[in-house]
């Protein structure tokens, strides 16, 4: 009976460790392509990591009902031999209690790895999107200073052009007379 307890055990430990490592997956992936802006991606990402927190929670508290649940089942069961139940009963206890703690101490180091992982994600972003306003900044002033020399180059060759015009209008004049 103790190994079909650890081996369940066991199992859901392994299904919670698949769950946090496809949800972080899921949050980078996320983070990696999403079309919102940064302080929309942090309120995403604190929701999720709350929601895979939550959902963790919920998880070692059914693990704690089974084991429970569990529990009562064999002092049901010892019936004549209740010293022999007593000590298994301990030995569950204690099994879904070191269970327990592994796994919520594995749930809250995934969960603070992927929430520095997420901000370092955050920062990144800033970073490139401030070299993106920097280079477009930079991009834009040199269109104006451009634009500025087109407009100075046109207005001197309109003011050749018309003193040009002027002179052969003049030149023009003295002919006919």
């Known amino acids: 009976m103790a190994d079909d307890t650890t081996d369940k055990s066991g199992g859901a430990g392994g299904f919670i460790a698949g769950l946090l490592i496809g949800g972080a997956i899921g949050v980078l992936g996320a983070l990696l392509y999403a079309p919102q802006g940064g302080d929309e991606t942090r309120d995403l990402v604190k929701k999720k990591t709350d929601e895979y927190s939550d959902l963790a929670k919920d998880k070692v508290s059914d693990l704690s009902d089974a084991a429970k649940a569990k529990v009562a089942e064999l002092g049901d069961k010892a019936g004549d031999a209740a010293d022999s139940a007593k000590a298994k009963v301990g030995e569950v206890a204690d099994s879904v209690k070191a269970k327990t703690a592994e796994i919520s101490d ?67 004049k003295k002919a006919v007379s």
């Open 106 to 172: 594995s749930l809250k180091a995934t969960a603070d790895d992927i929430s520095a992982k997420a901000s370092d994600k955050v920062q990144e972003t800033k970073d490139s999107a401030q070299d993106l306003i920097d280079k477009g900044k930079t991009l834009v002033d040199d269109q104006k200073s451009r634009i500025a020399s087109a407009v100075e180059a046109g207005k001197q060759t309109a003011q050749d052009k018309k003193a040009e015009l002027i002179e052969a209008a003049e030149s023009e």
